[in-house]
């Protein structure tokens, strides 16, 4: 069978079992557009802008564990582009993006819609390749699959001039079914005696605590996580990115860490004398400051990615290797063995941890004639069940759907995390929305964010993705205006938005349905009638309270026992005064 | 901090030199000198960066070269018995016979080989570790050098010690 370069490539994305086509086309990549044409077995979604395409490809990746597929013209479709890759790579997001490229013949030149993509994406890519020779690109194509959905997963950009894909030039088509790549060959199995050295640490501490994050989820270790946790009766934390990784209504549970993470949390973090982390890379917003994160603890570290093993705070013992992997021998190791954790301490630990808890560091002001943000994002949690998809874009409202919506399964949290990029949320709904066209999927959003995609409505109309778009309006970008109330005087600079569009109209002119809530006695109708037109995109505009802040707060280079607590918690620590905003 | 040598196997692709060299100014690591060509297997490379800094940052380091798809093997050579060399071309301004005859002296005593000769100046070739091609150009305070152009340090193990594939 003799294929073009341009054939052979929509080929290779069959046989890869790529189901979705995230992109917009352009001169470079018209052969492959032509392709596609031809053939119906991959389904190109057009999006408005390819920083979309990055996202919602992003979204799908996260959503159903397999690598998000994206094709972009070459300049200023590569460098659209861009954002969302150095979104997934942040966040380690398997990711295949596929930038046109000028014909090879006149790269340098500064031709039309030329850019260097694999010069720019280098920096955020996992691997980046420029396809010099049409018999190279089925390879090229089966690595770029490969590197980026093993090890610790991450984008890869294949760049291919518009030559190699001339629909004149015929070559067989091959497509390997298995790569080997001397150079690259990740760890997946742990060393067996670090492991051991590890479960028999664990089973001396007093004080124990279980920090889990993104890799928990990305290496499908949620179950070996939770017969670890379980066996060992120990407290567990998540990260963001780790959050669903062990069901946060489980008793075990005791929240979010870091920055914004619970008041438990935080103390136990502090207080515990053993830390086993697990698929987590000790972050700065999880951390704190670096000389006094968890001062009295030794520190067990599973990672897959060698380089985030003592990269700030250093491991006693490191374990590199596939977290389900080498949690499944680390189980093993437990439930054959003969010792049993500290019975006794872990009580007293426990006893510790409750009266933390019951100071109620999440509490918020339920009476408000306002809208509180987190009472929506609760009572969103209550209509789905806590079983939706949830995205979000990036500020307050991120934070409170992280603290608030529960999440009890993994692959259901989906956010910038890493690089933190707002415009996120809608475009990665679409791809959840996607691969999953029967379950409810909810961008959770402030109303500056969704404006930096706002466009990708019409890309929802165009493919029927009823995905349901919560706006937490609060006119400020919220979590700039937090930061200037705490530590600028209360100088917002810049953090006011004014002449915002009417949402509803926007929806509607979009062909959806908008719905507009300001008073907190309706606020659970509305959302219902909303929530119940299941094929349609319903856009809530929530008019929620200016002033609420997102509590607990470590602010940036504090330690983990130096929170700022919400006036209506309980806690023993300093709380932020309330404050009306003139 | 403490000067590394480390040597890199790698794929001997289009931008596998900007990849090391990005991967240094991204993570503002150091880097001292860095030299690169071909091996006797033309599908690679072998790379010798000198770079200074803490364990932590040297443990980073390798740790990240390691991580880069097209790097096959990496070794610090500074972990172990050595030998690195580095080769300068040198010139110097010779203008009278006293000059001339003190930097013939000079580039004997340090087993440089005179090259290029012209009426008013000298090349001289000169192989060594880094310290002793700073040293030749110390010794050469009291004269007039014109240019000086220096490869980088190569580096390689001592005894059975091999970085092959």
Redesign the interface.
């Known amino acids: 069978m003799e294929l073009s370069g341009a054939e052979i490539l929509v080929r290779c994305l069959k046989d890869e079992g790529v189901e979705f086509l995230f992109g917009y086309p352009g001169g470079s990549v018209l052969h492959i557009y032509d392709a596609l044409y031809q053939q119906d077995d991959i389904k190109h979604i057009l999006v408005r802008h390819e920083q979309a395409a990055t996202h919602a490809a992003d979204g799908y990746a996260r959503a159903t564990g397999k690598p998000g597929v994206v094709l972009v013209t070459s300049g200023p479709g590569a460098t659209n582009a861009v954002t969302g890759i150095a979104t997934a790579y942040m966040d380690s997001i398997p990711m295949v993006v596929i930038t046109g490229q000028v014909p090879s013949a006149v790269i340098g030149s500064d031709a039309f819609q030329e850019v260097d993509a ?2 720019i994406t ?2 955020c890519v ?2 980046n390749f ?1 396809v ?1 020779d049409v018999t190279k690109l089925a390879e090229t194509i089966k690595k770029a699959f490969y ?1 980026a959905s093993t090890g610790r997963p991450g984008p890869v950009v294949i760049d291919v001039p518009k030559d190699i894909t001339d629909p004149a030039i015929k070559i067989p088509y091959h497509y390997p079914d298995k790569i080997i ?4 060959q990740p760890t997946v199995k742990g060393h067996s005696g670090q492991i051991k050295r590890a479960v028999d640490l664990l089973l001396t501490a007093k004080k124990p605590m279980i920090y889990t994050g993104g890799g928990v989820v990305l290496g499908n270790a949620s179950e070996e996580l939770r017969t670890l946790v379980r066996h060992l009766g120990y407290p567990i934390t998540t990260t963001l990115m780790g959050l669903g990784s062990y069901p946060a209504s489980d008793e075990q549970f005791i929240g979010m860490l870091g920055m914004h993470g619970t008041y438990e949390a935080n103390m136990a973090m502090h207080d515990c004398d053993v830390l086993i982390a697990i698929g987590a890379r000790f972050d700065d917003r999880v951390t704190g400051k670096i000389a006094e994160f968890c001062p009295d603890s030794q520190i067990i570290h599973i990672d897959i ?3 985030s ?3 700030t705070i ?1 491991v006693d013992v490191p374990i590199v290797g596939d977290v389900a992997t080498v949690l499944q021998e680390m189980n093993h190791l437990l439930i054959t063995g003969k010792k049993q954790p500290q019975k006794k301490a872990l009580e007293a630990w426990w006893a510790v941890i409750n009266g933390w808890r019951a100071q109620q560091c999440m509490s918020f002001d339920r009476n408000s004639d306002k809208i509180k943000p987190q009472a929506v994002v609760e009572l969103v949690h209550e209509i789905t069940n806590g079983d939706a998809y949830v995205t979000s874009d990036v500020g307050q409202h991120q934070m409170w759907a992280a603290q608030y919506y529960g999440f009890d399964k993994p692959n259901r949290w989906i956010n910038s995390g890493g690089l933190g990029t707002m415009g996120f949320g809608l475009p990665a709904a679409m791809g959840v929305q996607l691969a999953f066209p029967d379950d409810v999927v909810i961008c959770i959003t402030g109303e500056g964010s969704i404006q930096m995609c706002i466009q990708e409505l019409s890309t929802c109309l165009q493919y029927g993705l009823p995905v349901k778009i919560v706006a937490l309006n609060n006119r400020y970008l919220g979590m700039v205006r937090q930061w200037q109330e705490f530590f600028y005087k209360e100088r917002y600079s810049h953090s006011y938005m004014e002449s915002l569009p009417d949402f509803v109209k926007l929806a509607e002119s979009y062909g959806h349905v908008g719905i507009r809530i300001d008073d907190p006695k309706t606020l659970r109708a509305e959302l219902e009638r909303g929530f119940a037109m299941k094929d349609r995109l319903v856009f809530f505009d929530i008019v929620t309270d200016q002033t609420e802040n997102v509590y607990p707060m470590i602010a940036q280079g504090k330690a983990h026992n130096e929170m700022h607590m919400s006036p209506h918690s309980n806690c023993e620590l300093p709380q932020s005064p309330e404050r009306e905003l003139s | 901090m403490r000067r590394h040598i480390i040597s890199i196997l ?2 001997n692709e ?2 596998a030199l ?2 090391v060299a ?1 991967l240094f100014s ?1 993570r503002a690591y150091n880097i001292e000198s860095l030299t690169v060509a071909p091996t006797e297997d033309p599908t690679l490379s072998r790379m010798t960066i000198v770079t200074v800094g803490t364990e ?1 940052i040297i ?2 380091i390798i ?2 070269l ?2 880069l ?4 093997k990496l070794l610090d050579l500074s972990e172990g018995p050595h030998i690195e060399r580095e080769m300068m071309l040198i010139k110097v301004k010779v203008a009278t016979m006293s000059q001339r005859d003190d930097v013939k002296r000079l580039s004997d005593i340090f087993r440089g080989n005179i090259i290029d000769v012209t009426p008013s100046t000298y090349t001289i070739e000169l192989t060594g570790s880094a310290t002793k091609i700073d040293s030749f150009i110390e010794a050469l305070a009291e004269h007039k050098i014109l240019e000086t152009v220096r490869s980088g340090v190569s580096g390689i193990a001592r005894g059975d010690k091999i970085l092959h ?1």
Do not use: F, W
């Open positions: 694999v010069g280098r920096p996992k691997h420029l010099k590197v790549m001397r150079s690259y990615d060698p380089s093993i003592s990269k250093t | 790698i794929e289009a931008g900007s990849r990005g991204a932590r443990e980073q740790k990240q390691n991580k798809i097209d790097v096959v594939v």
